[in-house]
């Protein structure tokens, strides 16, 4: 393992343990509109955006595995859902490539409806009192309006973290490159478009 990928894991490490105790510690007693925002699947669908499926799903397990370790609730409920999460969002860092600016907040309001969501499932199927619907719709509306307001400064922390391993495969590089392509091929017309329009043009010298 390189020294910069070595740094990248120590920081990332920092960085999900820090989370999870200052979500568990101190967001926890703020619940604007009934519903505490939660950052936990947030900053791990953002490191699955950055560094793919593999580190997606490491770092959504350890964040599960420490929530319901700290707070004694069913083992294994947090680790599974943010797993999967990470893994996803990973996942459509490697077939899809998104770098549009909107990609983060919707991915962040994504994180938090399914995190809302799967929770109450998956309590739900191991016996447990099934909440009521309005509630439930309440939490999960207002659980992916926080995950969009919190995916930018999310973004930023995990992006720092993961810095020294990112390199060329830095998000906000590719995007500048992406908005940038568009104006160089309209200057620029390709071979393809060139020789299009000589064929229109020979074509309406026929018909005259």
Do not use: C
Request: aromatic residues 8%.
């Amino acid at each position: 393992m390189t020294p910069e990928a070595t740094s990248a894991l120590l920081r990332t490490s920092a960085v999900v343990v820090g989370t999870v105790i200052f979500q568990l510690a101190v967001v926890t007693q703020f619940r604007p509109f009934g519903v505490v925002p939660d950052l936990t699947p947030v900053l791990v669908a953002m490191i699955g955006l950055l560094a793919g499926s593999t580190a997606g799903a490491a770092a959504g397990f350890t964040a599960g595995f420490m929530i319901d370790l700290i707070l004694l609730q069913t083992m294994g409920v947090s680790s599974l859902l943010l797993t999967i999460g990470g893994y996803a969002a990973g996942r459509l860092r490697e077939l899809r490539d998104p770098v549009h600016p909107v990609t983060n907040p919707a991915i962040g309001a994504a994180a938090g409806v399914y995190f809302a969501l799967g929770f109450a499932v998956v309590q739900f199927s191991l016996g447990l009192p099934a909440p009521r619907l309005w509630p439930l719709l309440w939490q999960t509306l207002w659980s992916g309006a926080y995950g969009a307001l919190l995916a930018a400064p999310v973004f930023r922390l995990a992006r720092w973290a993961m810095m020294p391993g990112l390199g060329r495969g830095d998000p906000m590089i590719r995007r500048r490159r992406a908005v940038l392509a568009p104006t160089s091929v309209l200057e620029k017309p390709t071979i393809n478009q060139r020789s299009r329009g000589r064929r229109i043009t020979n074509r309406r010298r026929r018909h005259r």
